[in-house]
């Protein structure tokens, strides 16, 4: 993959904090004759590959992930013109001219400059064609900060000169447009957004685009439609039930540390499991029983994983052919294990005061069908 640059503008970022204590100034646009001669080529080239081949996920499994996936946000029945953000990227991919390109620029880094957290540093806009693939080109916005103990910058000349002495990729922030989920496949809708550091305005000061939401939230709503459909089934339409039943399942999705509610039979959580699964089968199962953690797939409940009541106790019933240890050599390793029955009898004599009618009782099922 090599990219064939066609322009870049070179910005330079002053000050931190609040918007009257900062200011920029453009110190260069270069076309493709003069940019491949310049010490930018040698600093920019491998960039432009590196975040190109950079992946980034559609859900990620966190949303603190460095690279996330944007989308310009239109409104039903509208196109993407109808976004401001796209039509700058869209302005700056068709720029006929050095100055036509540095005019573009000069419009996002003043968007930039309104964001919240600016930090200084140098801000490059870039052009570059991958003409093997594509005839139209791709924007490259990048943010690097400065490294002080290197260099110091003092006027035009030598700042380009001598950047790579002044500007460090390490952090580097980017911004490539349009997407390229494959080498010779293009979204002309998405957008890639990279920063690693953990605040956010360097997405953020592009305001007409939205974000995928991470797995744990399309996760979270797609199990919150699951429960309003039972309870919907359950509970009569504008009973105080079914409130008050609303009400505590917001209170429980919207809770760090949550407890069984024990209000599901098995059937219906295998079944709802299996709903979540085919949306996303690598989902994983994480359950923690006073100090002990379990980890294994979602897929797994109600086939090899499995959540009992044993008198007044929750046990976990694990299965499976063979086990396997890590690290360092244990006793356990060397075990004989005993029947089923005799460990739930010695987790009985554990328990004074419980009946065997108590042991034995079944489980009350849930009248509510399947979804």
Aim: with cysteine; glycine share 4%; hydrophobic share 40%.
């Amino acid at each position: 993959m090599e990219f064939s640059v066609q322009y870049v503008s070179f910005f330079v970022v002053r000050g931190e904090g609040e918007s009257s204590d900062r200011s920029y100034k453009h110190f260069q646009t270069l076309d493709a004759e003069v940019y491949t001669h310049s010490p930018l080529a040698a600093f920019l080239d491998g960039e432009f590959v590196r975040i190109a081949k950079r992946k980034v996920e559609r859900h990620p499994k966190s949303d603190q992930v460095p690279t996330k996936l944007g989308y310009f946000i239109v409104e039903p029945g509208h196109d993407l013109t109808s976004n401001p953000n796209y039509n700058l990227f869209a302005r700056l991919r068709k720029a006929d001219t050095v100055e036509q390109f540095r005019s573009y620029s000069d419009e996002l880094v003043q968007m930039y400059m309104n964001t919240s957290a600016v930090r200084g540093g140098a801000l490059i806009v870039a052009r570059a064609g991958l003409p093997k693939y594509f005839d139209d080109p791709f924007v490259f916005v990048l943010k690097c900060d400065f490294e002080p103990k290197v260099a110091s910058i003092t006027d035009e000349r030598s700042l380009i000169r001598n950047v790579e002495m002044a500007i460090t990729a390490k952090n580097m922030k980017s911004i490539q447009y349009p997407h390229m989920p494959e080498t010779g496949m293009v979204e002309e809708s998405e957008i890639k957004i990279h920063q690693s550091s953990h605040a956010r305005y360097f997405e953020d000061f592009l305001k007409f685009v939205a974000y995928e939401q991470s797995l744990p939230e399309v996760m979270n709503t797609q199990m919150m439609g699951l429960v309003q459909q039972y309870i919907e089934t359950v509970y009569d339409e504008e009973s105080e039930e079914r409130q008050r039943e609303e009400e505590a399942m917001e209170i429980w999705a919207a809770s760090e540390k949550r407890e069984l509610q024990e209000k599901w039979a098995p059937e219906q959580v295998v079944e709802a499991a299996a709903y979540l699964v085919e949306q996303k089968p690598d989902l994983e199962l994480r359950l923690k029983l006073d100090h002990m953690t379990v980890k294994a797939m979602l897929s797994d409940f109600g086939h090899s994983v499995h959540i009992a009541r044993f008198g007044g106790r929750y046990v976990v019933v694990l299965e499976g052919d063979a086990f396997e240890f890590e690290k360092g050599v244990s006793p356990i390793e060397l075990l004989r294990p005993d029947e089923l029955e005799d460990v739930l009898e010695r987790i009985r004599e554990k328990q004074p005061g419980v009946s065997e009618a108590d042991l034995s009782a079944d489980v009350e099922e849930d009248d509510a069908p399947p979804f």
